[in-house]
């Protein structure tokens, strides 16, 4: 009988491309631990974090969830990680921390129109309490910093 081997279910896509509606689904379908940093940095820092703090606090924010969702795997449980993984950098380390705790990576890659991401985030700001606030002009400048996947990284389209 061959062993299961918990899976960490990375998700990659930009803003309103749907993460968090398929890290929701993959949470159900799979018994999954959900990690979802936005969620966690609204409720620390308020929905519209000051611009000042927020790469130190989103990256402390990781940094307090690595061990925790490493452990999970190490458990056999499976977790969902939510967290866009736009760099190249990001991706290859959560895949290797997954292997080394006895796990493996599923990266699914989660894309939909420029037009629809930003409805999407226009209609989600809306929304008091759901996530954090992305302005229009955060969206632009932070659509340069997403590093396409490259061929040597298997992807499930979602």
Known sequence: MASHKATAHLLFGFLGSGKTTLAKKLECRHRAVRFTPDEWM??????????????????AILDLLEPIWTRCLALGVDVVLDYGFWARAERDHARNLAE???????????????????????AR????????????STFDALKSRLEPLQADELSQDA
């Open 42 to 59: 609204a409720r620390l820092y308020g929905e519209d974090p000051p611009a000042a703090i927020f790469q130190e606090k989103a990256v």
């Open 125 to 136: 700001n809306l929304q008091v309490g759901r996530s954090l606030y992305i302005a229009p």
């Open 100 to 122: 080394a705790v006895g796990g493996r990576a599923a990266l699914y890659h989660v894309v939909c129109s420029d037009e629809e991401a930003r409805r999407r985030v226009a």
